[in-house]
């Protein structure tokens, strides 16, 4: 497809469990952004990756969280040892450049931890 | 204090209504400023986006930006229920911002919308 497309739509986890979110960017978009968008609020930057390097990683919140582009284009988000605060739509996001100010999103990743 | 601030409403009209909807904000780095539309369930998509100050039209949609105010302004004229969403206003410093703040969005809450027919 054309879009940005994130994989599974929905993940119900038992806490404790880790879960891994999946994220194919548009094709030759060198920047990749991850998000949180918690019930009722606006996403929250969470990582920024310019091909393969993690260039900003200040928004996870806490080292239960990785990321990880690896070869440049597609990008994994882990969450380990899952807590129910971890509850939200996790949302990847891509663009041609740095400064190309249009981002475009996937769908997000709806996470459940119960 | 968040550096974006936006009334989460939410608001409702009937169709055919003027919609305003508004963000203010405090970090005086932001040049670039976007609103975004999220249908439920889906992610956001852009609508708008204006560097610096002055207005944008896109038919229906009319952007604005007073950054003397830090405030920004979505109308959309002739409103339809297939507008009914959540409005996010988002933005960012340009190129050589600190913090990141050149690369990554600070978004608004949402305003959520709803036409009625």
């Known amino acids: 497809g054309a879009g940005v497309s994130q994989s599974p739509r929905y993940k119900v986890a038992k806490r404790g469990q880790d879960v891994a979110l999946r994220c194919d960017p548009i094709?030759?978009?060198?920047?990749l952004f991850w998000y949180q968008q918690a019930l009722g609020q606006g996403p929250e930057f969470l990582t920024y990756?310019?091909?393969?390097?993690?260039?900003?990683k200040s928004g996870l919140p806490s080292d239960r969280f990785f990321a990880e582009r690896p070869e440049g284009s597609v990008s994994t988000l882990k969450i380990q040892r899952t807590q129910q605060e971890d509850s939200a739509v996790y949302l990847c996001?891509?663009?041609?450049?740095?400064?190309?100010?249009?981002?475009?999103f996937g769908q997000g990743t709806r996470l459940t931890v119960v | 204090q968040k550096e974006v601030e936006q009334d989460p409403g939410p608001l409702s009209v009937p169709e055919g209504a003027i919609v305003s909807l508004n963000c203010t904000y405090s970090?005086?780095?932001?040049?670039?400023f976007m609103w975004y539309r999220q249908y439920s369930r889906k992610g956001p998509e852009l609508l708008m986006y204006?560097?610096?100050?002055g207005n944008k039209e896109d038919g229906r949609f009319t952007a604005q930006v007073d950054k003397s105010s830090k405030y920004i302004s979505l109308f959309i004229r002739d409103s339809q229920p297939s507008d009914s969403a959540t409005y996010l206003c988002?933005?960012?410093?340009?190129?050589?911002?600190?913090?990141?703040?050149?690369?990554?969005?600070?978004f608004g809450k949402g305003t959520l919308l709803t036409v009625n027919p």
């Open positions: 996001a891509s663009s041609w450049g740095q400064m190309n100010t249009e981002a475009f």
């Open positions: 094709s030759g978009h060198v920047s």
């Open positions: 990756f310019q091909n393969e390097a993690q260039l900003d």
């Open positions: 970090n005086s780095a932001f040049q670039y």
């Open positions: 204006t560097y610096s100050s």
């Open positions: 988002a933005m960012k410093a340009p190129p050589g911002g600190s913090g990141g703040s050149n690369y990554k969005l600070t």
